[in-house]
């Protein structure tokens, strides 16, 4: 009988072993139903042949007993199919006692599905050829159990068809295989749904499986068996350049071994459309470490990459002009100042704004205006080289970051001249803007980039007050950078920061400066304000109060002189002398146009408890200009709560006699440049005589400011002039300055 493995010995001992124990039970088999028969004498048989019996039934039992000690199910059957020998195992794995199993047709204990296949071998004529079948036996109680049998006929001379069987049981090996059935069963359902694309590689590179989202990545159905790396049929590096098939990630992980994880390729998909595919890939290997294929997985991040280019635009580039905003302006100029650094080069920086062109936005609408800047910045592009940069700082501001100059300051101060002047060309040609021509012009401001110079803020800084140069010299023009205005910037912007400090601290104080009658006599005074700072002493409004109508400043400044003025006012109505004493308090134009202006002036009056006509607030004339009608609402509004007006340096602006008319006011005040020249300027004398003349039939009074010499009171007086002020009568000075002059007279030591 062949079994499959019947000793721990190698195979072909075993089997060799088998068949010789085979052979020499056939033999006894068949003496010993000679005997039976009747046909050899016993006695013969024991004196002739006694021995070789002996050893027939001895090699008998060594079969047996090595059959009874397999561990796989054994039987030996008749050629009708009749169980008359089993071992331990068959008997077990039946679930029946072995006795039950004699005499029985194994065709009874095999399932009905699978009995055909059995009965075929079976009624084959003999010799039958040794069979391997896989079928499923029937256990007591009705359970299948999945064998091997391995059936081969036993070569009898004397007995046709007997055979045996050997039975494995694969009952453990059919759970390991649905059990691997299932493991790739769920590794294909999660494969399957994964968000990314899945490749599975064999050693060639040829594709043996790919999820659904990987064939839609790369817009094939079709992928099965192809290769991975033909697929990718023009697959590109971010910076454009070609990858060589052997340097795809597919590639090096098969023929190299190498993982690639998270790398951005572009590609070209199998129907031509163009993706950027996040990509890693990672080798698989066999127990001996050899490679057998690779795991490749696929992201589409086309759309991500979009969004990135969106974002990037919108990070670092004007929206309406598409030129580099300030963020990469500052990017671009850091990389330009290292590269002059290292070459020794110069460079330069041009600072562009557009002259008036808040008008033109105004008067033609803002959608002709962003035309305009459009077209301004095709002109720029088109006038300066393509390794140099054009930006827009934001509103009409263009820079320009000019690189590779001369390593000569001079020579590269005249390429900077030249690139300037083809600017300035270009830009002042007409512009289509509907259906008319427009014309703008630029200001231009300079400066070189050395190769020492410290930092990209300082670079802008520069150009731009070479630019406010440039429209002080009337716009339209170029000019470089001038180191003492840049020194006067710094000076002012620290003195920005000290005025500040300087509101915080309280250092600011006022002066008085008297206004006086013909007979000398104190009528009143003017508030003028003084900063008494604490490193340069008493400053004069001429140092400050520009710098804080810049900066914003005037409108805390503004509100704390009104309210001291008030306040003094207060102290001066509690003395019977100075009751009658009237102030008045300078108002700026940005003061004025304060939406609270009003209100903080009302709250003045009324907190302090003044006679508010014993206040008078001086205008100018470019004031009241800007906007009568707002004007002359705030003025009436004032007026009613009883306060009074003066028309400040009148003469200098554009007077009008229709608006003096209009206007609610009280005083007239003659420039000090017209009171300067009244005795040696016969025009100056003509406009003085022209007011004195023109005020009493508005019903105003005048005052003239800056009297210094008796010949200037004297002209005055001669021509109807009433009230004075100016350094003969006193300089400003602290409140104690004014109580040497009494309602009568003129103060014991006049100034000259």
């Keep these: ?77 008749t050629a009708t199919g009749h169980i008359y020998f089993a071992n331990r195992r068959m008997a077990a794995m039946l679930d029946l006692p072995r006795e039950a199993l004699t005499g029985t047709l194994l065709s009874a204990l095999i399932s009905a599905t699978d009995r055909l296949a059995y009965q075929t071998w079976l009624e084959t004529q003999s010799p039958r050829p040794q069979q391997r079948l896989e079928l499923q036996l029937i256990r007591q109680g009705g359970a299948l159990i999945p064998c091997h049998l391995s059936l081969t006929e036993l070569p009898l001379e004397q007995k046709q068809g007997a055979f045996c ?64 790396f033909r697929q990718c049929k023009a697959c590109s590096s971010k910076c454009g350049r070609a990858v060589a098939p052997q340097d795809c990630p597919a590639s090096r992980a098969i023929l190299r071994g190498e993982t690639i994880l998270n790398k951005e390729v572009d590609i070209e998909c199998i129907d031509g459309s163009a993706k950027t595919i996040l990509t890693s890939a990672v080798p698989i290997q066999d127990n001996d470490g050899g490679i057998v294929g690779a795991v490749i997985l696929n992201q589409d991040i086309s759309a991500r990459k979009v969004a990135e280019n969106q974002i990037k635009q919108l990070a670092f580039f004007d929206a309406l002009t598409h030129l580099p905003n300030r963020r990469l302006l500052l990017d671009r100029l850091n990389h330009a100042l290292a590269t002059i650094r290292r070459d020794g080069h110069h460079g330069a920086l041009l600072f562009i704004d557009l002259d008036h062109f808040k008008d033109l936005n105004d008067s033609l609408g803002h959608d002709m205006g962003d035309n305009l800047l459009q077209q301004v910045a095709e002109r720029l592009m088109q006038n300066v080289r393509a390794r ?44 289509q803007l509907g259906e008319k021509p427009h014309h703008v012009s630029p200001s231009i401001g300079a400066t070189l980039i050395e190769p020492a110079d410290a930092s990209v803020d300082e670079l802008l800084k520069r150009a731009d007050l070479a630019m ?15 180191p003492q205005t840049q020194i006067a910037l710094e000076e002012r912007t620290e003195l920005e920061a000290h005025l500040r400090m300087g509101l915080l601290s309280r250092q600011f104080v006022l002066h008085y400066q008297a206004q006086v009658d013909s007979d000398g006599a104190l009528i009143g005074a003017e508030a003028l304000v003084r900063w008494a700072h604490p ?156 007011i004195l003349a023109l005020a009493p039939q508005l019903g105003l009074s005048v005052i003239a400011e800056g009297v210094e010499t008796q010949a200037q009171r004297r002209f005055l007086t001669r021509n109807g002039c009433r009230a004075f ?28």
């Design 1 to 77: 009988m062949i079994v499959t493995d019947p000793s721990p010995d190698s195979p072909a001992d075993a089997k060799a072993q088998i068949r010789d124990l085979q052979q020499r039970l056939a033999e006894a088999e068949a003496v010993l139903d000679a005997i039976r028969a009747g046909e050899i004498d016993a006695l013969l048989i024991a004196g002739h042949q006694g021995g070789q019996v002996l050893e027939l039934q001895g090699a008998e039992h060594d079969y047996r007993l090595m059959v009874e000690e397999m561990g796989e199910g054994a039987m030996t059957l």
């Design 165 to 228: 069987v050997v039975a494995t049981d694969l009952t453990e090996q059919k759970h390991a295989e649905a059990a691997v059935r299932q493991s790739e069963h769920q590794l294909k359902t999660i494969v399957e749904h994964l968000p990314v694309g899945v490749w599975f590689l064999d050693r060639r590179g040829k594709i043996t499986y790919g999820n659904s989202v990987a064939q839609q990545i790369w817009s094939g159905t079709q992928c099965i068996g192809l290769e991975h």
């Design 388 to 431: 140099d940069t054009v930006a827009r700082l934001g509103g009409d501001e263009f820079v320009v970051v000019l690189e590779g100059l001369s390593d000569e300051a001079d020579q590269a101060a005249q390429q900077t001249r030249t690139v300037a002047e083809k600017v300035q060309q270009a830009l002042t040609e007409p512009y």
């Design 468 to 482: 406010y140069q440039a429209k002080d010299a009337g716009r339209n023009t170029f000019r470089f950078f001038d």
């Design 535 to 690: 490193e340069r002493g008493l400053l004069g409004p001429d140092i400050f109060i520009h710098l804080a109508e810049e900066c914003g400043l005037i409108l805390p400044l503004g509100k704390w002189v009104l309210h001291a003025a008030c306040s003094q006012l207060a102290d001066w109505a509690a003395e019977t002398r100075s009751a009658q004493r009237s102030l008045a308090v300078n108002i700026s134009a940005r003061q004025f146009r304060d939406p609270g202006f009003v209100a903080m002036v009302r709250s003045a009056v009324l907190s302090h408890d003044i006679d508010p006509s014993l206040l008078e607030l001086e205008l100018t004339e470019s004031l009241l200009l800007e906007d009568v009608e707002d004007t002359i609402t705030k003025m009436v509004a004032l007026r009613t709560l009883g306060l009074r007006f003066a028309l400040d340096d009148f003469g200098t602006g554009y007077s009008s006699l229709a608006y003096l008319k209009r206007l609610p006011l009280d005083t007239l005040k003659i420039d000090r440049s017209f009171v300067d020249d009244v005795t040696h300027d016969a025009n100056a004398a003509a406009i003085v005589r022209a």
């Design 725 to 752: 002020q100016g350094y003969l009568f006193g300089r400003p000075g602290p409140p104690a300055a004014l109580s040497s002059y009494s309602t009568a007279g003129s103060p014991s030591h006049s100034a000259t």
